[in-house]
């Protein structure tokens, strides 16, 4: 299995930037995708962004387009989310999450993270 630790978190003014971190360890992510979900308090985890490693794909939630962008370093088997102008409701847990399908559906991830708190002041 894959370990996933996520690092990066903080707390900002919005307009700010933070810079999420993934770290995988254990089995490849070779042919995989790697999610980016968000969780508020008192709401259900939604999807944020994904990649698939080693390829092109990518895709973003439409409140986040033009403004996080999700890319990858293969040498330090990491994935990483940019968040520029960061708004109060983008605040929330960060997790990290593997699936062995292109999908942007929650359910369909195996692997998560233990999560980084994003808090954004107005």
């Known amino acids: 299995q894959v370990q996933l630790v996520e690092s990066g978190g903080g707390s900002v003014q919005a307009g700010g930037s933070l810079r999420l971190s993934c770290a995988a360890s254990g089995r490849t992510l070779s042919n995989t995708v790697v999610g980016w979900f968000r969780q508020a308090p008192g709401k259900e985890r939604e999807f944020v962004a994904a990649?698939?490693?080693?390829?092109?794909?990518?895709y973003y939630e439409d409140s986040v387009k033009g403004r996080f962008t999700i890319s990858r370093d293969n040498a330090k088997n990491t994935v990483y989310l940019l968040m520029n102008s960061l708004k109060p409701e983008d605040t929330g847990v960060y997790y990290c999450?593997?699936?062995?399908?292109?999908?942007?559906?929650?359910?369909?991830?195996?692997?998560w993270g233990q999560g980084t708190q994003v808090t954004v002041s107005a």
């Open positions: 990649l698939l490693w080693g390829g092109i794909w990518t």
């Open positions: 999450a593997q699936s062995r399908k292109i999908t942007i559906v929650t359910s369909e991830y195996d692997y």
